[in-house]
């Protein structure tokens, strides 16, 4: 269930929110007047999260190319790798 606090409560209680968000690296919604207005989380998570989405980004990349035939054979590509290393 998602850690919900108000604008107020991250004005007043700014260290007890970030001591939140570092021990349990995930984020605190906050809300202004009522409504959703912020996602409040640690740099460590925010780096993380932002590291999966990269990941899932050139996942996605490998995927559309087997989908187009972008593709060749494991052993031709190794010796590709292998050539190159001995430069």
Do not use: Q
Not at 34 to 63: P, T, W
């Amino acid at each position: 269930m998602p850690t919900i606090k108000s604008s107020a409560e991250l004005r007043n209680n700014y260290n007890e929110i970030s001591t939140f968000c570092h021990t349990y690296t995930e984020p605190v919604f906050i809300t202004k007047n009522g409504k959703g207005d912020l996602a409040v989380m640690s740099i460590e998570a925010y780096e993380e999260m932002n590291s999966r989405f990269e990941l899932y980004g050139l996942i996605k990349e490998g995927l559309d190319d087997i989908v187009d035939g972008n593709t060749r054979p494991f052993s031709e590509a190794m010796t590709a790798i292998r050539s190159k290393r001995k430069r």
